[in-house]
């Protein structure tokens, strides 16, 4: 635990509920906050799944887990967060409406509170520029799936105080995850590597270079991957990994970050991954099967 004491999380989608989790098993007060009853219960419902996995695993004691639970609030009331000392956003990669969350939250909260976005891939600075506290505003950057992924990027912008960095940091690191710096620039350190790597994987299957099974095999076998490019797609999301492409091509001008057409045509037939079902692979069987992409 830090000086932080009571943590809010905009957005329970499959990243704010991980990062809700890790900081209720922490030992925060975390209040989430979301549009709809439903998806907290989706929410939530997803937490206690894995936090069973983890008391299975032997990873977290049975009496830790129900602690974190009850440590867990929802709310639909973005104001109910005015009394956190860290809000962390995690909703879509949009900007106009991060930015109307945080200016609305600029108004209610306290000097103290510090704002921290999870963005992929849109800069900090942008959101820093619709607060009147430019200084209390970070990015930290976790990674899918949150509980597992031991690394945060604790991003810097040019406005960020040395003693926000500091508090975002140990506040990661009291998380028990192991934070690294890194300077707003579009994707940071990870997703900069790591997205045009998986856009390159699509470009190989559509060129024909290696089937979609292949090219996983190679990655993960040639390279020690945990897992092949397309899996990971499918298991990041590829209306996600869309978005952030779009982002950072329109940044960098690039064509290396430009999302291939057969990205666009499975986004637009709704093949968006595991959580719809069906990406690169159909997972309405057990085990899933390479999914027919109409090359
Ligand atoms: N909570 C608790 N347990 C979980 C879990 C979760 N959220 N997700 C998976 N597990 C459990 C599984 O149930 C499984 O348990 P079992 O052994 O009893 O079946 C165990 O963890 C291991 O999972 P798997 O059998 O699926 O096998 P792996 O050894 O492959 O581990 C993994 C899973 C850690 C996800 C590993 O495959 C991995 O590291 N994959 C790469 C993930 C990655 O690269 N993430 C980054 C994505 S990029 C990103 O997030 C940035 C964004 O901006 C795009």
Same mark, same amino acid.
């Given at each position: 635990?830090?000086?932080?004491?009571?943590?809010?999380?905009?957005?329970?989608?499959?990243? @704010?509920?991980?990062?809700?989790? *890790?900081?209720?098993?922490?030992?925060? !007060?975390? =209040?989430?906050r979301?549009?709809?009853?439903? =998806?907290?219960?989706?929410?939530r419902?997803?937490? #206690?799944?894995?936090?069973?996995? $983890?008391? !299975?695993?032997g990873?977290l004691? %049975?009496?830790?887990?129900?602690?974190?639970?009850?440590?867990?609030?929802?709310?639909?009331t973005?104001?109910?967060l005015?009394?956190?000392d860290?809000?962390?956003?995690? *909703?879509?990669?949009?900007?106009?409406?991060k930015?109307?969350?945080?200016?609305?939250?600029?108004?209610?909260?306290?000097?103290?509170?510090? +704002?921290?976005?999870?963005?992929?891939?849109? &800069?900090?600075?942008?959101?820093?520029? %619709? &607060? /009147?506290?430019?200084?209390?505003?970070?990015g930290?950057?976790?990674?899918?799936? *949150?509980?597992?992924?031991?690394?945060? #990027?604790?991003?810097?912008?040019? &406005?960020?105080?040395? !003693?926000?960095?500091?508090?975002?940091f %140990? +506040?990661?690191?009291?998380?028990?995850?192991?934070?690294?710096a890194?300077?707003?620039?579009?994707? +940071?350190? *990870?997703?900069?590597?790591?997205?045009?790597y998986?856009?390159?994987? =699509?470009?190989?299957? #559509?060129?024909?270079?290696?089937s979609?099974?292949?090219?996983?095999?190679?990655?993960?076998?040639g390279?020690?991957?945990?897992m092949?490019?397309?899996?990971?797609?499918?298991?990041? @999301?590829?209306?996600?990994?869309? /978005?952030?492409? !779009?982002?950072?091509?329109t #940044?960098?001008?690039?064509?290396?970050?430009?999302?291939?057409?057969? $990205?666009?045509?499975?986004v637009?037939?709704?093949?968006? @991954?595991?959580?719809?079902?069906?990406?690169f692979?159909?997972?309405?069987?057990?085990?899933? /099967?390479?999914?027919?992409?109409?090359?």
């Amino acid at each position: 635990m830090t000086d932080t004491g009571r943590v809010g999380v905009l957005g329970c989608g499959l990243m @704010g509920s991980g990062i809700a989790q *890790v900081a209720a098993a922490a030992g925060y !007060e975390t =209040i989430v906050r979301d549009v709809s009853q439903e =998806i907290w219960e989706r929410a939530r419902g997803g937490i #206690e799944k894995s936090l069973a996995k $983890l008391v !299975e695993k032997g990873k977290l004691a %049975a009496t830790d887990r129900d602690a974190a639970l009850k440590r867990l609030a929802f709310t639909t009331t973005t104001g109910d967060l005015k009394d956190c000392d860290i809000v962390l956003e995690a *909703v879509t990669e949009d900007l106009v409406l991060k930015n109307a969350l945080w200016s609305e939250l600029d108004r209610l909260c306290g000097p103290r509170t510090i +704002f921290a976005s999870n963005t992929s891939s849109l &800069t900090i600075a942008a959101m820093a520029a %619709a &607060t /009147r506290r430019a200084d209390r505003v970070v990015g930290l950057h976790f990674f899918n799936p *949150v509980p597992l992924m031991q690394l945060v #990027e604790v991003v810097r912008t040019v &406005t960020t105080s040395e !003693e926000t960095f500091g508090r975002a940091f %140990a +506040f990661a690191k009291s998380l028990g995850k192991e934070p690294v710096a890194a300077k707003d620039s579009s994707g +940071f350190i *990870v997703n900069l590597l790591l997205v045009p790597y998986l856009l390159d994987a =699509i470009r190989a299957v #559509e060129r024909g270079v290696g089937s979609v099974p292949d090219v996983d095999k190679a990655m993960q076998l040639g390279c020690g991957h945990p897992m092949g490019p397309l899996t990971l797609l499918d298991f990041v @999301g590829l209306d996600t990994t869309y /978005r952030i492409a !779009e982002i950072m091509f329109t #940044e960098y001008r690039e064509t290396r970050y430009a999302p291939p057409p057969l $990205l666009k045509r499975m986004v637009l037939a709704g093949m968006t @991954g595991r959580k719809s079902g069906k990406g690169f692979y159909d997972y309405s069987v057990n085990p899933p /099967r390479v999914a027919d992409l109409g090359l």
